[in-house]
């Protein structure tokens, strides 16, 4: 390998890095295992090609390959969702939301956006944001009670603010959206709807969750979480907005496209239409819906009480362990989760009072319910014996035996 001979250091980092990820348990929601033919195209020369413009108006010669590439990336992703326009252009999910509010809304225009702290993203409207630098954010949060959207609520914000923009989407909401009530709440006050399905995008394809396609003026994702892409961020509109997304993204925000990561993401549509990939996101709801009902079973506590989707949100306040202790003991023994806020949490974001753990990863490695069963009852061992060294080392083992057992996709063991 001549990484290896010319940058040992970088090298050993990698060789490292897969060793890190065969050999822990991956819970954290956004993250998957891409295929090995995800990571060659996405390795592939195609990175030394600019092609500024889209397929057929590029600023650059020699674009032929680079054409046919984005060609297909196109057709694959309308395919894929049943979207009319695709962009398959922006870097990364926030940058996907930034060309759809420019092509929506003005500067200084309403949005009406799910809270950071009760689910939102920073891109949702958060003040260290451009998006509640640009525009004038408004957020509906969760019912204090069942943990879940208020409707009612929403529709009641929505009138008393008359926002431009609906924005729908979470990184922790451990439940179905409700695309056609929001829809209906847009049309109410005359706002456009922007669903970010960064996180569920995989569940979408294969249809194990209802698809906002019908409802929403523009959709965006990202195409490394549930989806098991490289990297990057997706477009999805209606065909009226598709000229203006387009020129959002190239010229208005960035500059020439990531070819090898656009190639990387046509293969990654190709693999969500085979039938695999529905049984693979059927077995990541499941997955998750094991893992929720065992951790209840032990004593836990759940936001909403469950899940219907890839994420479990762990209330862990009956416990009086915060989410950063929790996330720290259960990576010593190896299982990865991340500390994530619950809603009214009474905690700072650096401490927070919950976990959030998914499912899509180590579903990709063939975890199944039973794995799962096993995870839950490590995960509640650790987080009863906080500060147990001999403890974690005994989990650790567990973790290790079943890694043993599930390999890697696209690491060679
Ligand atoms: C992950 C995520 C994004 C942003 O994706 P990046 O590629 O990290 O910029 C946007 N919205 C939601 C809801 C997300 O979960």
Do not use: W
Not at 70 to 90: C, M, P, S, T, W
Not at 229 to 250: H, W, Y
Not at 255 to 261: A, N, Q
């Amino acid at each position: 390998m001549s990484l290896a001979r010319i940058d040992p250091q970088i090298a050993g980092i990698i060789l490292d890095e897969e060793r890190r990820q065969c050999s822990s348990i991956n819970l954290i929601a956004s993250e998957n295992y891409a295929s090995l033919a995800v990571l060659e195209a996405q390795g592939s020369v195609l990175t030394n090609k600019y092609a500024e413009g889209y397929p057929g108006r590029r600023y650059y010669g020699g674009c032929r390959n680079a054409d046919q590439a984005e060609e297909i990336a196109l057709h694959r992703a309308k395919d894929l969702f049943g979207a009319e326009y695709a962009n398959v252009q922006a870097y990364s999910g926030s940058i996907a939301n930034m060309a759809a509010y420019t092509t929506l809304i003005n500067y200084g225009d309403t949005i009406l956006s799910m809270a950071l702290d009760q689910g939102g993203h920073l891109t949702h409207g958060s003040p260290i944001s451009f998006s509640g630098k640009l525009y004038r954010p408004v957020f509906y949060g969760l019912d204090r009670e069942t943990g879940q959207i208020d409707y009612d609520e929403v529709e009641r914000m929505a009138v008393k603010n008359m926002p431009r923009l609906i924005v729908v989407g979470s990184s922790s909401y451990p439940r179905i959206l409700d695309y056609k009530r929001f829809r209906q709440i847009a049309d109410r006050v005359n706002a456009g709807l922007l669903v970010d399905m960064a996180h569920e995008a995989g569940l979408i394809a294969a249809g194990v969750h209802p698809s906002p396609i019908p409802y929403a003026d523009v959709a965006t994702a990202t195409t490394h979480k549930s989806l098991r892409g490289p990297r990057g961020g997706l477009i999805l509109c209606r065909a009226k907005f598709g000229a203006s997304i387009d020129r959002s993204v190239f010229p208005g925000l960035q500059g020439g496209p990531l070819m090898h990561v656009i190639a990387a993401k046509a293969v990654a549509f190709h693999e969500a239409k085979q039938p695999h990939f529905i049984a693979y996101q059927q077995a990541v709801v499941e997955n998750a819906r094991i893992l929720a009902d065992r951790l209840l079973a032990e004593g836990m506590h759940l936001v909403t009480g469950g899940t219907d989707n890839h994420r479990v949100l762990v209330d862990l306040t009956p416990t009086s362990i915060t989410g950063k202790t929790a996330e720290s003991a259960l990576s010593q023994a190896n299982i990865v989760v991340n500390k994530n806020a619950i809603p009214f949490d009474p905690r700072p974001p650096d401490l927070t009072s919950g976990i959030r753990l998914g499912t899509p990863a180590l579903t990709s490695r063939g975890f199944g319910t039973e794995e799962m069963a096993r995870i839950a009852q490590l995960i509640v061992r650790v987080l009863s014996h906080i500060g147990d060294e001999k403890l974690y080392r005994e989990v650790r083992l567990e973790v290790e035996e079943m890694n043993r057992r599930f390999p890697t996709p696209g690491i060679d063991q």
